[in-house]
């Protein structure tokens, strides 16, 4: 079968999730982290505009990224003071230790997008 992008919304559509997500892995190569070049995400920020970026889950020595490298890198401010984010992810707050390989496995949208709330 030819793979494309809008295989998988074809299945989604016609709610047979567990082909759609077997297809998608294929596309976004979720089955080895290492191949994956990036992870789209959109942390949405309180009274701010969304940021949109991508960000590689594996740096070029070879170790696997965090949640916490992630944020550090691309909105700082949450951190000014020593703070520590509230953040949500599905309505779940994941420790900043989480590899984003895994939250780009586990907990990406349909859209194979990242979204992460901050709460404060």
Known sequence: ?????????????????????????????????????????????????????????VNASGKMETLEVLLREVTPQLFEAGKVPKLLIHGISPSLATPLAWLGENMSYPDNFLHIIVLS
Do not use: C, E
Request: hydrophobic residues 45%; aromatic residues 16%.
């Open 1 to 57: 079968m030819f793979l494309s992008h809008t295989v998988p919304v074809l299945f989604f559509h016609s709610d047979n999730y567990t082909k759609f997500w077997n297809i998608n892995a294929q596309l976004v190569g979720l089955d080895n982290p290492a191949s994956v070049k990036g992870i789209p995400f959109r942390i949405y920020l309180k009274d701010l505009p969304v940021v949109q970026k991508v960000f590689a889950p």
